[in-house]
């Protein structure tokens, strides 16, 4: 257990509506994830962090923005929601301090619905 | 072509029996090879690394081989808890890139 925590678990919007999804980890590891995984798709990562203040943007970034102003918290964005958001999105953390290519750990995931 | 590509099944197979999955990935310069196991609605679970030289935990052999750019997974005396799907990661990109599959669904029948 690498004690990550996302929420909400489950939500429902409208399009065009801002979303805000959280992960809070509790072992102060640097290195967090946000992926999304749908039918037909590997785990695709959105953006990740590798520290304070520190992010960076993954395959499938459009429409979505991140900030982590504290260690153990890591917030995704959905600016304004669109249908192609509809999604599972997962949060992750990689026990290294030498770079992001190792074993990762994931959070239990969110479930977005966007009407 | 996708960059890791598994086949999506599933797999039904009794009780006992063994059964083995692969995937295949286009990147000769990867460097890392990773086995995750994803139980239904939940979250993707470390199952095995996947080393050079194979290796073995408990009924699982995991294998790579470079020359024909695949991965491959045997689970021996499949139990019924063994059903769920099995997710290849491939790392590249000096450590920075991981590239997940879409997964292998393993259903294991009475």
């Known amino acids: 257990d690498a004690g990550i925590t996302q929420s909400p678990r489950h939500k429902v919007t409208e399009t065009g509506t801002p979303v805000t999804l959280r992960c809070h980890q509790t072992?102060?590891?640097?290195?967090m994830y946000w992926y999304r995984q749908d039918p037909g798709h590997g785990l695709r990562l959105i953006h990740y962090?590798?520290?304070?203040?520190?992010?960076d943007k993954g395959e499938v970034s459009d429409g979505y923005s991140v900030s982590r102003s504290k260690t153990e918290d890591f917030l995704l964005t959905l600016e304004s929601a669109t249908s192609s958001q509809t999604s599972v999105y997962f949060c992750a953390i990689s026990k290294t301090t030498s770079g992001p290519g190792e074993t990762q750990y994931f959070g239990p995931g969110t479930r977005l619905l966007v009407l | 072509r996708k960059e890791v590509e598994q086949d999506p099944g599933p797999f039904n197979v009794p009780e006992g029996a063994t059964v083995a999955f692969n995937c295949t990935y286009s990147?000769?310069?990867?460097?890392?090879f990773f086995w995750y196991r994803q139980d239904c609605r939940k979250e993707p679970k470390l199952l095995m690394s996947?080393?050079?030289s194979g290796n073995e935990d408990g009924r699982f052999t995991a294998q790579l081989n470079r020359a024909s750019q695949y991965i491959s997974l045997l689970i021996r005396d499949s139990k019924l808890s063994d059903s769920a799907t099995y997710l290849c990661v491939v790392i590249t990109g000096g450590g920075n890139k991981l590239t997940f599959g879409t997964g292998t669904q393993l259903k294991v029948e009475l």
């Open positions: 990147n000769s310069a990867s460097q890392s």
């Open positions: 962090s590798y520290g304070v203040k520190d992010t």
């Open positions: 996947v080393y050079s």
């Open positions: 072992e102060n590891h640097r290195y």
